[in-house]
């Protein structure tokens, strides 16, 4: 296959940055997107011409590493982590267009890498159970229905990626935090620490420069997990019934 | 120099009780004046973090990923191991190390094994009330399943993603932390150096991966969670940043490197494509549980395949050769993974193999969905069964998956003894960054028992232990030793940004992973083993004199990331050749040719090389130094590991 791509380049987050135009030759389709990529910043080195950066580790869909905006849609045509997207979903003689994930939450660090560390903001903010090491009941102990489990199951697989940001026209989170409210309000264990979860998560998503929610559901229709909207009802739910008996000070 | 494990006296079952009774203990108000840096935010990097910051300590997290959820555990499928018994088939504490001990042919430490099993049980308690969401039956209760090489059902599992969801649940003990501002995080910064002083781990120096910056930190103990060396075969499971840096550059620092030969190829990943690949796939062992492995019964059948005359549907019965069923009886399919691998080489070394390459064997589901309907087996792998179908374009509830082994994970590591400490005091090295658990072979579902049993249960006594006996003063980074270490690590960094030659990274490190997959993969002889050493130093030279690294120090640089990694794997390889040249045995996932009994199983040679093999860094193109601990067996008889 030969392809022309055009890939955002910017040297770093103060520089205004642009497209740049390359030809791939030779990609096969069994190649990774990733892959493909790599092909090609081995023959910019060779060129003397800096490689392209983007962010990317694990390469089987579940460290969350990877992102890029292909042909306006994050993680690519298929719901799917763009480490495993394959060229076979290309075709020979196409135009691809790669950006990074856009988001004033998320600023570019160089070329299609973005800072996602506010993410980590929103979790520290109170996606968690406190409980230290040690001391813990034992695990039977509290038997949770399968159909609960299961449920807290779907929203754990949220792998941060934030493809839901970028896929969402007011760069919401809603999708992210949301599964991680919904995880934990579901289980037992979350419950003790159940409103000032929901509240203070929300509260760190706000001042992250999120966007609201407009239940349009792109997020959903982009997450690589298949993450559901619902949990952002159940987060609403969460929060509302949270506020009017708050317990934060 | 003789190696001191400090495995306590006494009976197996009170070592580890009688051991945290004899430990020092740090006083509560005193923990806030010790610093603790932790490299590495895996299962156990972010599980110590978290763990020592509850207990007070300060502690300084680093990771080279943009957050510490991204840390390679996230990637480990199938599950964790915990001798519950909750299935009341037979397991016990007894059982779960008995079977690590002989799973790892007999070339890991008693005390440190059977410490391992004890914890296990409290590790599931923890991630449960850190509200990670395991597999639960319909009456509400955990769920278990058996798991390669195991005869009773003691693992848990969340979905085919146990090693995300318990990274989670570490990654949220961990976020508490960092909101109650004992850990202070740093992402993307990867360790380069460490700094001893006067012997002793006093801090080290890192690179800002944004900014190039070069930094140096200072603390009372330095723990390495920086998991394992596998990418020096470049094509692994691991994921791309995976590396041994941090390791290596311990090493050369004087914490002795033990049984780095020791390598696990996994049996069931998705098989090599082209030269473009860049890492390879793993298939959750679990599917072993109910997928039938077979190759054509002759080559002839073999050969028509290849060239796609026939599929794989229309072999018939008699035709296909289910090779581990019938070389063993009663383990079959789930033998553990270095003979599933050997034997997956050997049919395919014999021309029976079944994709383009000659180099996969069939995994097949079709006598499970038989038996169970395509909708249990579904729900079993689903997501796995996705993924094939993702990679490779093939349906595989229509069609055998074809599988082949890739590396996967490397059981030897920094030497340490029973409280985690390298021979540099002060310096530890936890999960699967040490060597200590899984002697020659690691049995499945049992990595993430030992990264979170290190993290959670066994570093917060025993740094406590090391601690308490220094001074409670600041610790800063004013000793001439920091300004040394990381003016090295400057120059080091400005010789690789000005060689300017002609190869990119990746090319060096094909190279030596080719060379490293052949001589010292899955079989390898002294023949071997000896031109490849050769051949490794040659690379390594041709790397320093015609490598080109783009870019300069103080931008976000992945090629100069690559480069400083890709150059340490170029000198542990060569200790890899020699660590398999010296163990004239074969064991676990060493297997030298030469030593095989007549029906090719491996051949221990218990009477000479029942020991670790730690090797010392004497210096810049010097060969290291051997030295031996010897391992002492005293409930364990050892015998010919047999699965048939």
């Known amino acids: 296959m030969k392809l022309t791509l055009k890939i955002w380049r910017q040297k770093n987050t103060a520089d205004k940055g642009g497209f740049v135009t390359y030809v791939a030759d030779h990609v096969s389709k069994d190649m990774s997107f990733l892959e493909m990529l790599d092909v090609l910043n081995d023959q910019l080195t060779e060129r003397g011409e800096d490689p392209v950066h983007f962010d990317h580790d694990c390469r089987e869909g579940i460290c969350g590493m990877c992102s890029l905006y292909i042909n306006g849609k994050p993680h690519g045509p298929l719901q799917t982590t763009t480490c495993q997207l394959h060229m076979r979903s290309f075709s020979d003689g196409e135009t691809i267009t790669i950006e990074p994930w856009r988001a004033k939450a998320f600023p570019v660090v160089k070329d299609l890498v973005v800072n996602r560390s506010a993410f980590d903001r929103i979790i520290q903010a109170g996606g968690y159970v406190s409980v230290n090491t040690g001391g813990v009941p034992d695990a039977n102990e509290i038997p949770i229905p399968k159909t609960i489990a299961d449920l807290a199951m779907d929203a754990a697989q949220c792998i941060g990626c934030g493809a839901c940001v970028a896929a969402c026209k007011n760069a919401s989170a809603m999708l992210f935090t949301s599964a991680k409210v919904s995880q934990l309000a579901l289980l037992p264990q979350g419950q003790v620490e159940r409103k000032t979860r929901a509240e203070k998560m929300v509260a760190q998503m706000d001042a992250e420069g999120f966007g609201a929610c407009t239940n349009t559901g792109a997020c959903e229709a982009e997450c690589p997990k298949g993450i559901s909207i619902t949990n952002i009802a159940r987060m609403n739910r969460e929060y509302f019934s949270a506020v009017v008996s708050s317990e934060n000070m | ?644």
Not at chain 2, 177 to 194: C, H, I, S, Y
Request: glycine share 10%; with cysteine; aromatic share 10%.
């Open chain 2, 1 to 644: 120099m003789i190696l001191d494990s400090k495995i306590p006296a006494g009976p197996l079952a009170e070592k580890w009780t009688k051991h945290k009774f004899s430990s020092k203990l740090v006083n509560p108000a005193n923990k806030r004046k010790y610093d603790v840096i932790v490299v590495g935010t895996g299962l156990a990097g972010a599980s110590a973090a978290a763990s020592l910051a509850e207990l007070g300590y300060n502690v300084k997290a680093f990771c080279f990923q943009d957050s510490p959820r991204r840390a390679h555990s996230i990637a480990a499928q199938g599950g964790i191991n915990a001798a519950k018994n909750y299935q009341n088939d037979g397991d016990s504490i007894y059982r779960l190390f008995y079977d690590t001990i002989k799973g790892g042919d007999y070339r890991a430490r008693e005390g440190n094994v059977y410490r391992l099993a004890e914890v296990s049980v409290k590790i599931i308690d923890q991630c449960v009330a850190q509200g990670v969401p395991f597999a639960r039956e319909y009456g509400g209760l955990l769920a278990n399943r058996s798991f390669g090489g195991a005869q009773v059902s003691r693992t848990f599992y969340a979905r085919g993603q146990t090693g995300q969801q318990l990274l989670l649940g570490a990654y949220s003990a961990l976020s508490r932390q960092v909101a109650n501002g004992k850990v202070k995080l740093f992402p993307r910064t990867e360790m380069m150096d460490l700094v001893v002083i006067d012997g002793q781990a006093k801090g080290i120096v890192t690179r800002n991966l944004i900014t190039g910056a070069v930094e140096t930190h200072a603390a009372h103990a330095v723990l390495l969670c920086t998991g394992g060396y596998g990418n020096v075969f470049f094509l692994s499971t691991n994921a791309m940043g995976s590396n041994v840096t941090a390791a290596w550059r311990a090493h050369k620092r004087g914490a002795f490197f033990a049984n780095p030969c020791f390598t696990q190829i996994h049996p069931t990943c998705i098989p090599v494509s082209g030269d473009h690949q860049s890492k390879l796939t793993l298939m959750s062992e679990s599917l072993r549980n109910d997928g039938r492995v077979w190759v054509p019964a002759t080559q002839q059948i073999a050969e028509k395949l290849r060239k796609g005359q026939i599929k794989a549907n229309d072999i018939k019965e008699e035709d296909r050769d289910y090779f581990l069923e019938r070389k063993y009886p009663s383990f079959g399919n789930l033998v553990p993974r270095d003979v599933a691998s050997r034997n997956a080489k050997y049919v395919c070394d014999e021309g029976r193999g079944v994709n383009e390459t000659g180099e996969a064997v069939y995994l097949d589901f079709r006598d499970a969905i038989k038996r169970d309907t395509r909708k249990i087996i579904e729900q079993k792998y689903g997501n796995l069964f996705d993924m094939y179908k993702q990679i490779t374009g093939e349906d595989p509830y229509e069609m055998p998956m074809m599988i082949y082994p890739a590396v996967h994970y490397t059981m030897g590591g920094l030497w340490v003894d029973y409280n985690l400490m390298t021979t540099v005091p002060g310096l530890y090295a936890l999960g699967e960054a040490n060597f200590s658990e899984h002697g020659a072979n690691r049995l499945g579902a049992s990595a993430l028992m030992q990264g979170l049993a290190d993290g959670y249960f066994v570093i917060p006594y025993t740094v406590g232990d090391y601690l308490a006996q220094l001074a409670p003063k600041p610790v800063d980074d004013t000793h001439p030793e920091f300004a040394r270490v990381k003016a090295e690590v400057q120059g080091r960094i400005n010789t690789l940004l000005n060689i300017n030659g002609t190869k990119p990274v990746d090319y060096f490190h094909k190279r030596l992973g080719k060379i490293m997959w052949n001589e010292c993969g899955m079989a390898r002889t002294e023949e071997g083993l000896k031109g490849a050493k050769a051949e490794i130093q040659a690379l390594k030279k041709e790397f320093w004199s015609n490598v080109k690294v783009m870019g300069t120090n103080e931008e976000l640089n992945q090629t100069l990331e690559k480069a400083n990694r890709v150059a340490d794997f170029l000198e542990l390889g060569e200790l890899m050749v020699d660590d398999a040249l010296n163990r004239n045995e074969s064991c676990g996932g060493h297997f030298r040719e030469e030593y095989q009994t007549p029906d090719g199983e491996a051949l221990r040679d218990d009477e000479n090389y029942a020991y670790v093999a730690a090797w010392k860094y004497l210096g810049e193109g010097q060969e290291e130094e051997l030295v031996k601990e010897e391992l002492v067996f005293e409930n364990v008889k050892l015998t010919q590991r047999s699965y048939k």
